[in-house]
């Protein structure tokens, strides 16, 4: 049985640098398509990610009946916590202090320093017992916020539209009719929390008028069962309580953001697809110009299967340069990068899956744009290619 002769594979490394020109248009093409579309993957991924990342699933939160997601429009009596605290059993502790956190959460304007235009940001008054039930916050930088003061999140600069320098620790901020100083910075994990500002639940309490919480947040010990805080909101009636576990919580979020990810995806599609086609209008006119050279080939003796693996195997090493430039490009300048989002802030999540995603589409654009013009080239008769010369 004939073995195939195939091309020297220095062959189609030569072919590339033979149109300098056409190559170098290819190849940033190419570069602009797969970093567009890792940038789609990995905002889509950043989103999932901060989602995922911010549900505890020992943690529950207490908030108004009839508010499904919207915890910011939600208002429960300040006494919530107290009573939470004393009738639901399992609550972890230590040195006596429960696990229960009361928090009044909102939007509102937010000015930046001797900044003219508000921004919408997200503040969250708190006590000091949050970090038992947040349990992945850290202070970065500074400290825990005083009177007049605020903690603000390391991606609470880009969900109000500002520079990082605008809110380091001294920074200041105005909402709510009156100034704040900026005394520390916190990670939370990726959480979402990371894109709010925090301050004392009084402080918030005094400047806003009102004494109502939106929710109090709770962390069960080993022994604890969320079955008693369902309990417990069911009985008391007159609050008009619910109660979701942090993760069913975020899971809710994910499946409202759900068509946002698909319409994601579908860019994806898109750009990959305008990709495709541009790939082949490239290889259609780099084939067909060479058809005397591939009629050429053939009556030496090579094959039409070796031809059109030696025209994959150019449009494969050009999408795979393309490829890794594009993850270079990405890698470097869009590695810190953060978006913008209604539910706050998050990292564009540059991270292996987005970057095998991106690579296997690399190769399948290699593949497809050489593939069709090959074989349109090839099924021409050897004779009328000769004359082609």
């Known amino acids: 049985m004939p073995t195939l002769r195939l091309l020297p594979w220095e062959y189609s490394v030569r072919n590339l640098f033979r149109r300098p020109l056409r190559t170098a248009l290819t190849l940033l093409g190419l570069t602009t398509v797969l970093l567009l579309v890792l940038v789609v993957v990995g905002f889509i991924r950043g989103l999932e990610a901060s989602l995922s990342n911010s549900g505890d699933p020992d943690t529950a939160i207490v908030f108004a009946l009839n508010m499904n997601e919207n915890l910011e429009y939600s208002s429960i009596p300040s006494q919530t916590a107290g009573l939470v605290s004393a009738n639901v059993p399992g609550i972890g502790q230590r040195y006596g202090r429960k696990y229960v956190s009361p928090e009044l959460y909102l939007g509102t304007e937010i000015t930046v320093g001797d900044r003219s235009q508000p921004s919408l940001g997200l503040i969250r008054g708190v006590t000091v017992d949050v970090l038992q039930v947040r349990r992945g916050v850290q202070i970065e930088q500074g400290n825990w916020p005083g009177v007049g003061e605020v903690m603000v999140g390391t991606l609470a600069a880009t969900k109000l539209g500002v520079d990082d320098s605008e809110l380091e620790v001294g920074g200041r901020l105005w909402f709510e009719g009156r100034e704040w100083r900026v005394s520390g910075v916190f990670s939370a994990a990726g959480a979402a929390f990371e894109s709010e500002a925090w301050c004392p639940l009084e402080e918030l309490h005094v400047a806003m008028q009102r004494q109502d919480l ?29 109660s979701i576990l942090e993760t069913d919580y975020y899971a809710l979020l994910q499946r409202d953001y759900g068509p946002i990810r698909w319409l994601a995806w579908l860019v994806v599609a898109l750009v990959a697809g305008a990709g495709v086609f541009a790939g082949l209008n490239t290889m259609y006119a780099s084939a067909m110009g060479r058809v005397g050279e591939l009629a050429a080939l053939q009556t030496i003796g090579f094959g039409r299967g070796a031809l059109l693996l030696g025209l994959v195997q150019e449009g494969v090493l050009l999408s795979s340069s393309a490829t890794l430039l594009a993850t270079g490009i990405a890698l470097v300048a869009l590695r810190s990068a953060s978006i913008q989002f209604t539910m706050g802030a998050f990292d564009l999540a540059i991270d292996g899956p987005s970057v095998l995603l991106v690579c296997g589409i690399g190769m399948l654009l290699g593949v497809l744009g050489a593939v069709p013009p090959g074989i349109r080239a090839l099924r021409m008769p050897i004779v009328e290619g000769l004359k082609a010369v």
């Open 214 to 242: 939106s929710l109090v947040a709770l962390t069960f010990g080993p022994g604890g069962d969320y079955a008693e805080l369902q309990l417990f909101c069911s009985q008391r009636k007159d609050l008009e309580l619910q």
